[in-house]
């Protein structure tokens, strides 16, 4: 009788691990720069922690490519570096990419600003025409890249029509899927090729380091590794090593945040100070029916816009006691930022508008704080909000 595969928390916690050192319950970290490499017969077998492949890396690559079940896995020294070296390895100048709008905007920015300086042109396609996706293919058009949940605005387009078409065109599909984590989505299973994320977020949980990860097939996953080692954005020891052990909690944090993030949501749709919510698991959504299909969970963001002006944004923000001011997401705090202010703020005024995103709009990245907390904590500085403004 063949034994089963081990479910996600199991990989989580086992993926990786052996064999022990020593017999170390957990992986220890691997101070070392350098190792004996006398049998390496090329630069890219040498053991050095540019090259990616001390203990600690090769620990880490093996989990993560548990999790997404692909054959292969490679972390990075940031998300954005995973993002780049995947995306420098794959398109040349002359070549031509698709992609999602309302992407961050960090991913925006390289795309049609440090891309374009080289030669690569791009399409933005329209999520809800995919009988048009086909009318913006070139024969230059090399892959189509998207995100499983949008940042800020939580949208969620229908990825296996995405993956779908870029295998019926022979396009390589990427996607960023920081928002959703393997808890709630292995795109690898719905088609896609190359599964990247922001591994400062979510796979490490506790806003205490910087790192990224691809995963996918072997062959590509070895081409952006030859990239990514001379390009140097490697992850140190003591990073994986948190990073490791970040990913062992995983599957709790994510069920715990998507069921605070959902209870949050359905408050402030219903609170009269709230104009607007972002989040697929609300009914009310545009995308909640295919979320709901999708994923196991509807995730730890959402978004939302006041009933009032920009002054009283600024109020509820100084009125919150729990949440932090403060970029980035997916750690054990809850955190809120203006996207206009932050991961946005490099986009033109008309471009942040035209992809819906207004001034004054509150990203939350919901964290590990008690719901019944979260809510209260909203409460109050919403009425403090309303009260200054109607005074």
Not at 121 to 143: I, K, N, S, Y
Request: hydrophobic letters at 45%; proline letters at 6%; glycine letters at 8%.
């Amino acid at each position: 009788m063949s034994t089963p595969s081990p479910r996600l928390e199991t990989l989580l916690v086992h993926a990786g691990e052996e064999p022990r050192v020593d017999g170390a319950v957990t992986l220890p970290v691997f101070q070392s720069s350098t190792y004996e490499s006398g049998d390496a017969s090329s630069y890219h077998d040498l053991r050095y922690i540019r090259l990616n492949n001390t203990p600690n890396h090769r620990a880490l690559h093996a989990k993560l490519a548990a999790l997404e079940g692909t054959e292969s896995a490679l972390v990075f020294g940031s998300g954005m570096a995973a993002l780049s070296t995947m995306l420098l390895t794959l398109l040349r100048p002359g070549d031509h990419l698709l992609a999602q709008p309302g992407l961050y905007g960090g991913t925006h920015e390289l795309i049609v600003k440090d891309l374009a300086a080289l030669g690569i042109e791009h399409d933005f396609l329209d999520p809800d025409d995919p009988a048009g996706w086909d009318r913006l293919v070139r024969p230059a058009t090399r892959l189509v890249h998207c995100e499983a949940i949008t940042n800020p605005l939580v949208r969620v387009i229908d990825l296996p029509a995405l993956a779908a078409f870029a295998k019926r065109r022979g396009l390589i599909a990427t996607i960023d899927a920081t928002f959703a984590t393997p808890v709630n989505f292995r795109p690898a299973a719905h088609g896609f090729d190359l599964v990247m994320h922001s591994a400062t977020k979510y796979l490490n949980g506790h806003s205490d380091i910087v790192a990224g990860s691809v995963a996918g097939p072997a062959a590509l996953v070895d081409a952006i590794r030859h990239k990514l080692n001379h390009l140097g954005a490697a992850l140190d020891p003591h990073a994986c090593f948190l990073l490791q052990r970040g990913l062992k909690t995983l599957a709790v944090r994510v069920r715990a945040q998507n069921q605070s993030a959902l209870a949050l949501a359905e408050h402030l749709a219903a609170h009269p100070a709230v104009a607007r919510v972002h989040y697929p698991g609300l009914p009310s959504n545009p995308d909640h029916a295919r979320a709901r299909a999708l994923f196991q969970g509807f995730g730890g963001m959402l978004s939302f816009e006041l009933a009032g002006d920009d002054a009283a944004v600024e109020r509820f923000l100084a009125a919150l006691r729990l949440p932090i001011v403060a970029p980035s997401l997916g750690g054990p705090e809850t955190l809120v930022t203006l996207p206009a202010r932050s991961s946005h703020s490099g986009l033109d005024p008309s471009a942040r508008r035209a992809q819906g995103i207004a001034d004054g709009l509150v990203r939350v990245s919901v964290g590990l704080e008690a719901a019944e907390d979260l809510l209260e904590d909203f409460d109050q500085a919403l009425s403090a909000a309303r009260v200054a403004r109607s005074g």
